[in-house]
């Protein structure tokens, strides 16, 4: 009878192990989850000076025909300087929280507080700015201006403008290269990237890719830049501390290979291809091309919001795709029209906020504002 007892007794302290061990585990994530709350409760509400979607900078008729599945809520319509004229890329300075807009057909480019929901200000000058991406760590702002083939250097605190650096023909995309210190920028028509010292804005070297260089992508894990190659259908790698071509990979099922993202964490590049209308998935791990996937027409810029695994396609067409990343692959959860020229997008991971530059809603150009409805 005592050995009976003896072995119940054991049975009940491991049980209450067990329990102790699983309440202990739930309260760490539970620790770990309010402190990334925390971290983004200052980005949580939207201010009373933002236009809401409810005043006349709304979508048209057709802009809403499918919002019956969009899993996006238009909040607002902020209104940007300049005209009526094209946008292309975006960057978020996390840091700041500030995202910078390339204006392209206004020759400049706009500066946009994501926490108080207010533009700052301007950076001119700019003739026929394209890519643009910033580096808090340097405050600085680069920007390629196609209409004069160089790279213009900003200061993101005066929003002045430090250098101007040649950037071959018609220069486009921007990476940094945060170990060594150096700027990458795709020389679409010159088929290769061109390399800036970031310390001097001095250009290093160039390095050929045979074919045009569209996006260019800096991958932290492998300290590797990434290049989309159009005509060859690539992507090629490329060594930053020798400024070398290492290796080329076949984009398998694309033609017309430009916007590029990398998903570092997660081992995964997206490219999107022009003229077909596909976006490739690419393990870094493999090099290879596992899966291609039809888009909205002529897809253009990505975006990814590492909070939710959530991908967006932007197109010329106004066609968005959206995508949640699952199992190393993705899935699509819409595909339709959202809004006319939606061809760049951008997104803060932190808020899940989601940001379109649109160029003529109501007559004048605006930053549409969505958010997620089913996360």
Known sequence: MMLLLLHRAQNIQNLLSHEISKLTKVNQAAFALAGLLLACSSQNHLPIDAHQSSSPNVASPAETSMAGTLPLKVVADVPLSGGTTRFDYQSLDSVRGRLYVAHLGSDLMTVFDVNQQTIVGDAKDLKRVHGVLAVPELHRIYASAT????????????????????????????????????????????????????????????????????????????????????????????????????????????????????????????????????????????????????????????????????LYVSAESGNISIFDEKDRGLEKIFEGFFAANAHTVAVDSCTHRVYWPLQDVGGKPVLRITVPTDK
Not at 215 to 229: A, E, L, M, P
């Open 147 to 310: 209409g004069t083939n160089e790279l213009a250097v900003i200061d993101d605190q005066t929003l002045q403008i430090v250098a101007r650096v040649p950037a071959g023909d018609y220069p486009d995309g921007i990476a940094y290269a945060a170990k060594e210190n150096k700027i990458y920028v795709s020389d679409l028509h010159g088929h290769a990237d061109t390399v800036i010292d970031a310390k001097t804005n001095q250009r290093l070297t160039t390095i050929p890719l045979g074919g045009g260089a569209g996006n260019s992508q800096y991958d932290s894990v492998s300290d590797r830049i990434f290049v989309t190659v159009d005509g060859r259908e690539e992507l090629a790698e490329i060594d930053p501390t020798t400024d070398q071509v290492t290796a080329r990979y076949p984009l398998t099922g694309c033609k017309g290979s430009h916007g590029l993202l990398i998903d570092s964490e997660n081992r995964l590049a997206f490219a999107a291809c022009e003229e077909n209308s596909k976006l490739i998935v690419f393990d870094l791990q493999s090099k290879k091309a596992t899966a291609a996937l039809t888009v909205g027409a002529d897809p253009d810029v990505l975006a990814f919001d590492t909070g939710l695994h959530r």
